[in-house]
Nanobody, 124 residues
Framework: QVQLVESGGGLVQAGGSLRLSCAASRVTFSNYAMAWFRQAPGKEREFVAVRSKSGGSTSYADSVKGRFTISKDSAKNTMYLQMNSLKPEDTAVYYC?????????????????WGKGTLVTVSS
């Protein structure tokens, strides 16, 4: 059973930084694209960032490009989302997701597995 567990959320002031973590069990990073999504109150879940299984390709939502960075530590089987210059509109529950990919692609949807999320609140 694949398990993804997010951590690192919390309350931060606008302009601050947070680093989210996603600990993966029974997921071999070399076989899976890994991604972050978020869902703000009253809104649909949206794509944030994705990393292909090799790490050779990454993609970001326009709203976070230049501020957020996705990375992973294969030795720890953990993925990260470094979030800088946070804005109140970044307030959301952030979800980690994984998708098995045969090719080295960075998909933005149709994930196979999801974590339960971690809440990020950015105060103005």
């Amino acid at each position: 059973q694949v398990q993804l567990v997010e951590s690192g959320g919390g309350l931060v002031q606008a302009g601050g930084s947070l680093r989210l973590s996603c600990a993966a069990s029974r997921v071999t990073f070399s076989n899976y694209a890994m991604a972050w999504f978020r869902q703000a109150p009253g809104k649909e879940r949206e794509f944030v960032a994705v990393r292909s299984k090799s790490g050779g390709s990454t993609s970001y939502a326009d709203s976070v490009k230049g501020r957020f960075t996705i990375s992973k530590d294969s030795a720890k089987n953990t993925m990260y989302l470094q979030m800088n210059s946070l804005k109140p509109e970044d307030t959301a529950v952030y979800y980690c997701a994984a998708k098995y990919t045969y090719y080295d692609v960075a998909p933005r949807d149709a994930m196979d597995y999801w974590g339960k999320g971690t809440l990020v609140t950015v105060s103005s």
